[in-house]
């Protein structure tokens, strides 16, 4: 069983600051690459940043520049700076994260989530 738990959101001003935290724990053989993706109500579930075990990121153009994920691989722990939020910012964000195993498998498994919400 494993477990991505959120932490960090919260409700913000537009220009202000956050940072997301994502541990993973549970039957972990191998952390491949983690990321964060976003919701906004009415909206499709959408990518944000990626990262993987390598430190090789992306991110998605309407955060480039402002957002910088990371990660902890010690840890098992992804992380989301987000600087310059704007209420198009708002959204459940969700940690993702692949994990492979010793078969051969892999497997993707999601947070619940955590509330972001920029107020103009």
């Known amino acids: 069983q494993v477990q991505l738990v959120e932490s960090g959101g919260g409700l913000v001003q537009a220009g202000g600051s956050l940072r997301l935290s994502c541990a993973a724990s549970?039957?972990?053989?191998?952390?491949?690459?983690m990321g964060w993706y976003r919701q906004a109500p009415g909206k499709q579930r959408e990518l944000v940043a990626t990262i993987t075990t390598g430190g090789s990121t992306n991110y998605a153009d309407s955060v480039k520049g402002r957002y910088t994920v990371s990660r902890d691989n010690a840890k098992n722990t992804v992380y989301l700076e987000m600087n310059s939020l704007k209420p198009e910012d708002t959204a459940v964000y969700y940690c993702?994260?692949?994990?492979?195993?010793?078969?051969?498998?892999?497997?993707?498994?999601w947070g619940q989530g955590t509330q972001v919400t920029v107020s103009s």
């Open positions: 549970g039957s972990i053989f191998r952390l491949n690459a």
């Open positions: 993702n994260a692949r994990i492979s195993y010793p078969s051969g498998r892999g497997y993707d498994y």
